[in-house]
Structure formats: structure tokens, C-alpha cells
């Protein structure tokens, strides 16, 4: 168990629809991460938050947001669903900013999203 | 960051160390070198990272040249459960973070 959570474990939804991942990171990690993996892609960096602030970003769509809330805890907006956005969702979270070099991310179970 | 090459595919007996080769021809002075696992559909789990020095951890030891141009990850007696893919990642600093997964090498344990 890395200490990740991550919410729902599957998620059924239909094409142009709406949906909420949610993430709870390591007790005491500030960092939190948004990975998406498909078949075809493999791991895909989206993006990072750091207490609360947006750190880097990666390859993430306009119909995609996500923010970390006071808590720590963040949300990954997934809009306009099309079937290509099927995939796992993984989120990690770290202790660190984001921009050392000796850096460990830990990583939740994942969120299966399927569009259908 | 560097890029990695490693093999697609890999078997082990159970019971044998598992030696997963890596090059990154390309690393820079204060880039580490990590490795990650990802067991069937299940999140990335970290193992080992180093610098220059071998490491080793309960997991795994990690042997890094002394050009720094490769790498070995071993796992000293490989059970069952390690079957997964090993992703070797070199990764710096800076202000635009991000952890770039590669395809990565498919060990695969054989009782």
C-alpha cells in the first residue's frame, strides 16, 4: 500500500459527459501528480500541483483540468469525454516540489475509466 | 532529461537474481538514475535510485558504470510476484519537473 488513494477504482461513463478523479496524497506529501496510461501511450505525465499550486504540465488536454485543494487532496475534471480518453488513471503524490533531482513519487491504484 | 534504451522483454527463474540493463548514454552530471515497476494494471511502484554510487535497498541493487553511461537494476533472488515492467528513468532538476516513463522491460519469472 503506497498511502495513495485514489477514487473511484472504475468509472463507466458515455461519450460527452463529465467526471471527477479524485486523489488523496501520502500523509505529508505537498506534491501531487496526474499520470494518465492507455494501451497506446503508455504513462503519460499531465500534471503536477504543489501545495495547492500548479507546478508543471505535460501533455494535458484543454477539456481537462485538475486542481489541489487546502487539504492537499486533488481533483483531475475530465469534460466532453470522447472514447479515446478510456484509460488509467494514476495519481502520485511526493513530498518534494517537483524540482529535485532526489525525488520519489508514490503512486495510487489507479482510477479505470472507460467511455463508452 | 536523458533518454533510455533497455530491453523489451526478459525471463528469470525463480529463485535467480534478475539483472535488467539499462543505457543512458546521454546522462548528465546531476541526473539520477531511477527505476520504477509496474505489476499488471496496478500503479508505478519506486525500487531504487542513485547517482553515481551503486545502491541497494531491500528491493533491489542498483550498479551504475562509472561513466555513468548504464545501469544495472538486480534483484537478487526473483520470485513470481516480480513479474512486471521495469522502467529505467533518468531524471534531473529543475523547474518543469516531470517523470518520463519509457516502454520499459518486461521481466517475466519463471517457476
Known amino acids: 500500500d503506497s498511502g495513495v488513494t485514489q477514487t473511484p477504482k472504475h468509472l463507466i461513463t458515455a461519450t460527452g459527459q463529465r467526471v471527477t478523479l479524485r486523489c488523496s496524497p501520502r500523509?505529508?506529501?505537498?506534491?501531487v501528480y496526474w499520470y494518465q496510461q492507455s494501451l497506446d501511450q503508455g504513462l503519460q505525465f499531465l500534471i503536477q500541483?504543489?501545495?495547492?499550486?500548479?507546478?508543471a504540465k505535460g501533455n494535458i488536454l484543454e477539456r481537462f483540468s485538475a486542481q489541489q485543494f487546502p487539504d492537499l487532496h486533488s481533483e483531475l475534471n475530465l469534460s466532453s469525454l470522447e472514447l479515446g480518453d478510456s484509460a488509467l488513471y494514476f495519481c502520485?503524490?511526493?513530498?518534494?516540489?517537483?524540482?529535485?533531482?532526489?525525488?520519489?513519487?508514490?503512486f495510487g491504484s489507479g482510477t479505470q475509466l472507460s467511455v463508452l | 532529461d536523458a533518454k533510455t534504451t533497455q530491453p523489451t522483454s526478459m525471463d528469470c527463474a525463480e529463485g535467480r537474481a534478475a539483472n535488467l540493463p539499462c543505457n543512458h548514454s546521454t546522462i548528465s552530471g546531476n541526473e539520477y538514475v531511477y527505476w520504477y515497476r509496474q505489476i499488471h494494471s496496478q500503479g508505478p511502484q519506486y525500487i531504487i535510485h542513485?547517482?553515481?554510487n551503486n545502491e541497494t535497498n531491500e528491493m533491489a541493487s542498483l550498479i551504475i558504470t562509472e561513466d555513468r553511461k548504464s545501469s544495472t537494476l538486480i534483484l537478487p533472488h526473483a520470485t513470481l510476484r516480480d513479474t512486471a515492467v521495469y522502467y529505467c528513468?533518468?531524471?534531473?532538476?529543475?523547474?518543469?519537473?516531470?517523470?518520463?516513463f519509457g516502454k520499459g522491460t518486461l521481466l517475466t519469472v519463471n517457476p
Open positions: 542513485g547517482l553515481k
Open positions: 500523509s505529508g506529501d505537498l506534491s
Open positions: 528513468i533518468v531524471r534531473g532538476g529543475g523547474s518543469n519537473y516531470k517523470l518520463t
Open positions: 502520485a503524490s511526493s513530498a518534494m516540489t517537483g524540482a529535485q533531482t532526489n525525488e520519489k513519487l508514490f
Open positions: 500541483y504543489y501545495n495547492g499550486e500548479e507546478r
